[in-house]
């Protein structure tokens, strides 16, 4: 009885090794694509040309009196939802999924390459995120997104006054 | 294995078309040839890879946790296809990501494990696991090459996702637009993958009937 829950052990450490392997491998490459993908969503969705430094890796960016800009990551359906948001004194609040694995077709309605959603709230006031009840039926998703807002949306505007 | 058995995998067991096996992404992803193609290598390498290792480790892997052990091999090998996706393809990554990720639950990796990498020893299990996604491959590349075309009228648009900035002239038009855009949607790839299934159904029976018809002689 002892020697399969060993055989058993000894593959899951095969398989942890080669997990801890191949992620020691990626990490940096993986962090720079994720930074740089933000940096392109930040100009994209502020549609004015920022100068970023070429260092720029932190997690909020002061661009008063234009605006105040965020990354952040909410718990979703199935990993960690990571997005960016956009605090504008003239346009209000923008918020972009940067990266997430929500089921295709169901939770993936925060993805702004398939689906209109996320831009038509584009703008839209602290209050109607907090209204947000139900999108396609994916609740953990629909919470991470109404999270992001309520929990960092107060602090932003804040900024720039 | 012999180069009959390799042909059958890869043919007569298609496990797309014949078995009709890891549909989801078959359908989901096949909307261009360079998806495909991306998936198509994603597979491979998670065929590949969990055959081997299950059949290297068959001797350890107790009968009754067969299946979870499978499973934890075939886990691996997709997380590390994703990780190396994310990392050395960032642009692919983000368009078929999601597909990925659900490879790991493609029945067609669990069933040549148990069915054949379990049982046989390495050098047999390789080229099972060749057969098996060469065939997926075809699938997925034939499909994906039919709805381009008839979707936007291209062959290959966003070859540099995969291929490099080299690649990006590839793309061929065919035409100014494509004919049939459901092409490029879910149900565009239900319809197209039903009439090449009874394309193929048809020529399997007409060749089968020519057989029996040259045996009687």
């Known amino acids: 009885m002892i020697r399969p829950v060993l055989n058993i052990c000894l593959i899951g450490a095969v398989c942890g090794l080669v997990l801890s392997a191949t992620q020691a491998m990626t990490r940096s490459h993986i962090d720079e694509n994720r930074l740089r993908q933000a940096q392109a969503l930040l100009i994209d969705m502020a549609g004015w040309d920022i100068q970023l430094d070429g260092e720029w890796r932190s997690a909020s960016l002061n661009l008063c009196p234009d605006g105040y800009f965020v990354r952040g990551s909410q718990p979703g359906y199935t990993g960690p939802i990571e997005f960016v948001l956009l605090w504008e004194p003239a346009r209000g609040l923008t918020l972009r999924v940067s990266n997430h694995r929500e089921t295709p077709g169901i939770g993936d309605f925060i993805d702004h390459n398939r689906s209109d959603w996320i831009t038509s709230m584009d703008g839209a006031s602290l209050d109607r995120w907090a209204a947000l009840d139900n999108v396609t039926g994916a609740t953990v998703t629909t919470n991470a997104v109404r999270s992001a807002l309520t929990e960092h949306g107060p602090v932003l505007m804040e900024q720039c006054r | ?217």
């Not at chain 2, 050395?88 to 669990?110: E, G, P, R, S, W």
């Not at chain 2, 290959?156 to 065919?174: C, K, Q, R, V, Y």
């Open chain 2, 1 to 217: 294995m012999t180069a009959a058995d390799f042909k059958n995998a890869v043919l007569a067991n298609n496990p797309a078309w014949a078995q009709l096996l890891g549909l989801c992404p078959l359908l989901a992803v096949s909307n261009s040839v360079v998806n495909a193609l991306g998936l198509a290598a994603a597979s491979t390498l998670v065929v590949i890879g969990s055959n081997t290792v299950i059949s290297a480790l068959r001797g350890f892997i107790p009968d009754q946790a067969r299946l979870p052990s499978f499973v934890l091999v075939i886990a691996t090998f997709t997380t590390v296809t994703t990780l190396l996706l994310e990392a050395f393809a960032f642009d692919l990554y983000l368009k078929i990501a999601l597909y990925v990720q659900i490879i790991v639950t493609n029945c067609m990796i669990l069933g040549r494990a148990e069915a054949f990498a379990s049982r046989q020893p390495v050098s047999r299990a390789i080229l099972d696991a060749a057969g098996t996604a060469v065939g997926f491959a075809i699938a997925l590349i034939g499909l994906g090459a039919v709805r381009e075309v008839l979707g936007q009228g291209t062959l290959f648009e966003n070859a540099h996702l995969l291929f490099g900035e080299s690649a990006a002239s590839w793309t061929i038009d065919i035409g100014d637009a494509g004919t049939l855009p459901l092409a490029l949607y879910p149900p565009g790839a239900f319809l197209t993958t039903g009439v090449i299934m009874a394309l193929m159904t048809s020529l399997k029976r007409s060749t089968h009937d020519r057989q029996k018809m040259n045996t009687r002689r």
